[in-house]
């Protein structure tokens, strides 16, 4: 059994800062990809940003120069740094991962809100 948790979400005033952290447990081999998606109320679920084992990454224009992704390979834990928050950003943040447990397959945490309000 594979579990994704997430954790660092809350409210935050605009221009503040946040961190998320998610870690993978369970029967895990190796992973190859993990990423942030998010989902505001009314809109569909979109990719903040990703980053491969080799540490390459990739944004959503919306969060380039504000926001930063980074993983910690031992210890199967992703991390989102968000700066300079804005009320667009409001949504909750979900962790996905691509995996190797029986089987290569996606897995998503249970999701952490995010609002940016005054």
């Known amino acids: 059994q594979v579990q994704l948790v997430e954790s660092g979400g809350g409210l935050v005033q605009p221009g503040g800062s946040l961190r998320l952290s998610c870690a993978a447990s369970g029967r895990i081999f190796s992973i190859r990809m993990m990423a942030w998606y998010r989902q505001a109320p009314g809109n569909q679920r979109e990719l903040v940003a990703h980053i491969t084992s080799g540490g390459s990454t990739n944004y959503v224009d919306s969060v380039k120069g504000r926001f930063t992704i980074s993983r910690d390979n031992a210890n199967n834990t992703v991390y989102l740094q968000m700066n300079s928050l804005k009320p667009e950003d409001t949504a909750v943040y979900y962790c996905?991962?691509?995996?190797?447990?029986?089987?290569?397959?996606?897995?998503w945490g249970q999701g952490t809100q995010v609002t940016v309000s005054s």
């Open positions: 996905n991962a691509e995996l190797l447990s029986t089987y290569w397959g996606r897995y």
